[in-house]
């Protein structure tokens, strides 16, 4: 009975290590990847504020762990528009889980190198406009995102611009040639500056070596304000345009908050980084199953007004009380 006893236990202790082998040679769980195409350049990254850390803080919120639960491999194309589709080629030679980028310029890029990897668009301009989704509701194919709204809101921001410096007769719009969606700037809002009586000057910069020119542009024009259009570009040199608007005392009108507290006068957009935070869910919706085709794409509905006291104060401007009394936040 002993020595059936002691066999017995031999062959369960054996059984235990041949399991426990097998369970080591098991493959581990697997970690998605996200392919990040990124516009710009790493240095970016540091930004608290930057679209990068808003939508990493988004992943994190909704429980992953980078390096961990889920894997980020990123793509730069430092204002290099035209490394856009190479760069997202190598992304898909990767074969990521889901590829998200930011721009009308990147989601373009990430279209053409896949019809099947899954693509978030983070936030560009009008995604049904520029053919990236077949519409809002169904954006039918492997694409899905956000779309910003800028151009629908350009009217607003010059009619608010209007109202707080009412002499204004001219003004320079600045457009990033690279976007698709600027292309309709600033015939999208003639309606609305003859409305106001005001003349508008569409002036371009191709990238970011091509600053100089453009805003000497700005400064023989005679425009007497500057409305910034919304670019990733833009956003990342937002200091140096709105130290030249400031130089050449020129009131400004921008978009996303990040520009009214460099010192824009005028901002209203959307949340920008919380749109930005809000792409990490597309992604945990697509990595638990879900189709992009089968996730409308979403357009903002707030929208945050912001004016920047101590810009009026350096330009010698005195904003009227009625214009103050509509701002969400006033910057001292």
Known sequence: MYVRTVWIMAILILLLIAASSLSDAQPRGHIPVVGILRPGGPSLDSDPKSSSNAFRQGLRELGYVEGQTILLEYRYAEWQWDWLPSLAAELVQLKPDVMVTFTTPGALAAKQA??????????????????????????????????????ELAGKRLELLKEAVPTITKVAVLVHAADRAHDRVPGHIAAEAQAL?????????????AFDQALGTVASSGAGALMVMDSAMFNAHRQRILDFALTHRLPTVCGVRPYAEAGCLIAYAPDILEMLRRAAVFVDKILKGTKPADLPVEQP??????INLKAAKALGLTIPPTILFQADEVIQ
């Open 301 to 306: 509905t707030k929208f945050e007004f912001v």
């Open 114 to 151: 896949t019809t099947t990897i899954p693509i978030v668009v983070a936030v560009a301009e009008d995604l049904v406009a520029d053919g990236i989704v077949a519409s809002l509701a169904r954006p039918g194919g492997n694409i899905t995102g956000q779309s910003l709204r800028d151009l």
């Open 197 to 209: 009586g005001v003349r508008l000057q569409r002036v371009e910069v191709g990238d970011a070596g």
